[in-house]
């Protein structure tokens, strides 16, 4: 029995190597850095502020209240996006950020 270890970087015997698995990692995400992005996320924040605050007070409709909220922010992000302010969009000024 041999006590030889396996490297992550190398192939099991009888493998072959595969380097790139079709990815190609040098293209810029740009991380959804957009004004729909940001509208979405932040309405969603606010969303999750307010049933958080609701679910330790106890309060069930206002606990509702705050999921709308965040519905209303995903919805509102959506809206945003498809009216071109979302990531490459044609209201956005492309400044390569």
């Not at 396996?6 to 015997?13: K, L, Y």
């Not at 990815?23 to 049933?51: E, F, Q, R, Y």
């Amino acid at each position: 029995m041999s006590k030889a270890t396996v490297s992550g970087t190398q192939p099991a015997p009888g493998k072959t190597a595969k380097t790139h698995h079709g990815i190609d990692h040098s293209i810029d995400l740009g991380h959804g850095n957009s004004p729909a992005a940001w509208t979405c996320v932040i309405v969603m924040l606010v969303g999750a502020l307010i049933a958080s605050i609701a679910f330790v007070i106890a309060n069930s409709p206002v606990f509702w209240a705050g999921i709308g909220v965040m519905f209303v922010g995903l919805l509102a992000g959506y809206i945003m996006r498809k009216a071109g302010y979302g990531v490459g969009g044609s209201k956005i000024k492309n400044t390569g950020h």
